[in-house]
């Protein structure tokens, strides 16, 4: 095809990107034409659906009967799933609200039968199936309507309908921060340098793409293996270095570690061409240059986080190839190198959806953070989004804000290059997991790594699902210590010592334990109170050596100098 063809081809994707909020119609309605033909074709699928529609009219007749004579509470015919709580509070079990509800579940397990179960609907589509009609199915709930939702019926009541005034306050400024591109209120108490991210330290290394921060110690006397910290270029650094309660980098310079951070730049359309082997050579391998200069002969602990453990696994399996290896051990929090079961983000990942999202970055030059932002928050609607229309927009509360999520608002780009490739040789065909991923011309093995690694998976996790992490003890030939830890991808990794809701569970395997499954190593491990933080500063010493006093401060006869204070200043890029 020529450039005139693919730019016309491009240019077209690229407009109707700007209505369908970067989803590809071509996508949907494949999937939509998979269900229909073979539901048509499936008599014994729609006389299954007929009989539970009949089935649930005859329940939910029951109940109403149940309801209209009896005199105490009503068992209810149909329970919410575990993760849903819109409907728990007293006032729904009352009538009419509690038919209300039960009749909307009722009908939310209909149209879930509707889509599923389907003989010949591929299994990519009935998960696209299932997800296009919950959100459907959400955007009806009774819990978003006034009408509808006793608890907000009762507030308005008692506020003389003040609720709905300052709702209708709070809607007026979100919509006029839209229009001006603006943050969401409170972040502006969240600043960089100032609020979060003030662990004192240097920027001791910068290129195009990264400065490299050293952290100043807070003890004597530190371990002798530094810590070096790669983060995912799909945020800024600074989630692991909060405010200081919540700073995973504060807690290793506390705990006498030597940490070093790479900040990652804010691409802009200038760095479309950026590569995944770019990001390798000048974010990890440079980072690793610069360390072997400040702290000279000591293996290193490196740590990446999310997209930033995949690159890291990556680095580390191209180095073991051809060098002996410089690392004290491995780190992959929330990460994977497995692709084939990346969550509900799967959704988003074909053929059809990125070619279209390839239109969509080619005008622009990257993917821009609201593009991503909208995928994310589609994935857990009811948390990210309705409740969000009925907290501030009926109830008429201030949205809250804290460190973490004002760190969530703060996003970066994604050049061109680099997102469609890891997206391709990832996500789509998992060349890493399968040894086809190339490292300047040949593939990389995860079985050449011979570190030890310490990984970890969260709970909640919707972007990289903790049995997906877990996978990395069968994919390489060393040890793995693997911690499960409650939370989320984000808070279940910022779980700081002292919070009173966190547990986890680790354990180590052997090369000998390779196929235990995810479950079974769940049932068989024991649960502990706390953060996980501590269990891995305790591997991490039992993985160095006896304290010595700290490293300067670069080193500048290397030419890795002091240039500016951390934060930094790649961070502020917006």
């Known amino acids: 095809m020529s450039i005139v063809h693919e730019t016309l081809d491009h240019a077209a994707s690229a407009s109707i990107a700007r209505f369908t909020h970067g989803l590809s119609p071509a996508a949907v309605m494949g999937a939509w034409f998979d269900w229909a033909t073979h539901i048509s074709a499936a008599p014994g699928k729609q006389l299954q659906l007929a009989e539970k529609a009949v089935d649930k009219a005859r329940r939910y007749a029951q109940f109403a009967t149940k309801c209209a004579t009896a005199t105490d509470k009503t068992e209810p015919c149909i329970e919410p799933l575990p993760q849903d709580s819109r409907f728990s509070g007293e006032a729904w079990q009352s009538p009419p609200f509690n038919l209300i509800y039960q009749g909307f579940l009722l009908q939310q397990q209909w149209w879930h039968n509707v889509v599923t179960g389907v003989p010949g609907v591929s299994a990519a589509h009935e998960r696209q199936l299932q997800f296009l009609m919950r959100q459907l199915l959400d955007t009806v709930s009774p819990s978003n309507f006034l009408p509808t939702n006793p608890e907000i019926q009762r ?109 990652w730049k804010n691409p802009d359309a200038d760095d479309r061409d950026l590569t995944m082997g770019d990001y390798r050579e000048l974010g990890v391998m440079a980072s690793l240059d610069a360390i072997k200069a400040i702290v000279p002969d000591q293996k290193i602990h490196a740590t990446g986080y999310c997209l930033g453990g995949t690159l890291l696994s990556i680095a580390a399996a191209a180095i073991a190839r051809e060098e002996d290896d410089p690392f004290a051990s491995l780190s992959l929090l929330a990460s994977q190198v497995d692709f084939t079961e990346p969550g509900e983000l799967q959704l988003f990942i ?100 011979r570190a030890p690694i310490f990984a970890v998976g969260t709970v909640k996790d919707h972007v990289a699902p903790w049995p997906s992490a877990f996978k990395i003890r069968a994919l390489t030939d060393t040890d793995v210590t693997f911690a499960l830890t409650s939370g989320g991808h984000n808070a279940g990794i910022v779980s700081r010592v002292g919070h009173p809701r966190r547990s986890f569970q680790v354990g180590t395997m052997s090369k000998m334990d390779r196929h235990v499954d995810p479950q079974s190593w769940e049932a068989a491990t024991d649960k502990q109170d706390g953060s996980w933080w501590e269990a891995w500063v305790a591997w991490l010493d039992g993985h160095s050596g006896a304290v010595t006093k700290p490293p300067a401060m670069g080193a500048p006869k290397a030419g890795y100098t002091a240039i500016t204070d951390a934060p930094g200043t790649y961070v502020f890029q917006k």
């Open 155 to 263: 507030q308005t009541l008692a506020d003389g309908g003040q609720n709905l005034v300052r709702g209708a306050q709070i809607l007026a400024k979100d919509l006029q921060a839209m229009i001006a591109d603006a943050p969401p209120e409170g972040t502006e108490d969240y600043q960089p340098g100032r609020d979060v991210a003030i662990t004192k330290g240097k920027v001791v290394y910068r290129n195009r793409l990264i400065e490299l921060i050293q952290y100043a110690p807070l003890t004597e006397n530190v371990r002798p293996e530094p810590i070096l910290i790669v983060p995912a270029w799909i945020m800024k650094y600074y989630i692991l270095d909060l405010s200081p309660e919540n700073s995973l980098v504060k807690y290793l310079v506390g705990q006498g570690y030597t940490v070093f951070m790479i900040s």
């Open 350 to 449: 074909n053929e059809s959806q990125l070619s279209f999202l390839d239109s969509v970055m080619w005008k622009q030059g990257y993917l821009d953070t609201t593009q991503m932002a909208g995928a994310f928050q589609m994935l857990r609607s009811n948390d990210l989004i309705w409740s969000r229309v009925t907290q501030s927009y009926l109830k008429g509360e201030e949205p809250f804000m804290n460190d973490l999520m004002a760190w969530n608002a703060d996003g970066t780009r994604m050049p061109y290059a680099m997102h469609s490739e890891y997206l391709r040789k990832l996500y789509l065909n998992n060349d890493l997991a399968e040894g086809r991923f190339k490292v300047e011309g040949r593939p990389v093995s995860l079985t050449d790594i």
